[in-house]
């Protein structure tokens, strides 16, 4: 277990679709043999973290201004969706 100073202000769902295709080739050539091919379509869901790793800076300017400076959205974390699992 570890501790983290991390915050998630989003959480979003990536869905990415993979095409693969492969067929029968003759031996020691780069001839494909004719309907032999195969095709697969594979959706993976995932489930993205995005959140500041990086702490807050706030400067004081005067005695009624501050500065504040929030760092860039990061990526945190990425997993495969349990929910929309095929």
């Not at 959480?11 to 679709?17: F, L, P, S, V, Y």
């Not at 492969?22 to 031996?27: A, D, E, T, V």
């Not at 043999?33 to 990086?54: C, M, Q, R, S």
């Amino acid at each position: 277990m570890t501790k983290v100073d991390e915050q998630v202000f989003l959480n979003a769902g990536i869905t990415d679709i993979e095409t693969e295709a492969n067929n029968l080739k003759i031996p020691w050539t780069k001839i494909g043999v004719p309907y032999t091919e195969k095709k697969a379509i594979i959706i993976l869901n995932y489930d993205a973290k995005l959140g500041i790793k990086k702490p807050i800076s706030i400067h004081k300017e005067d005695s009624k201004n501050y500065t504040i400076t929030i760092p860039e959205f990061e990526v945190i974390g990425v997993a495969l969706s349990r929910k929309k699992s095929l």
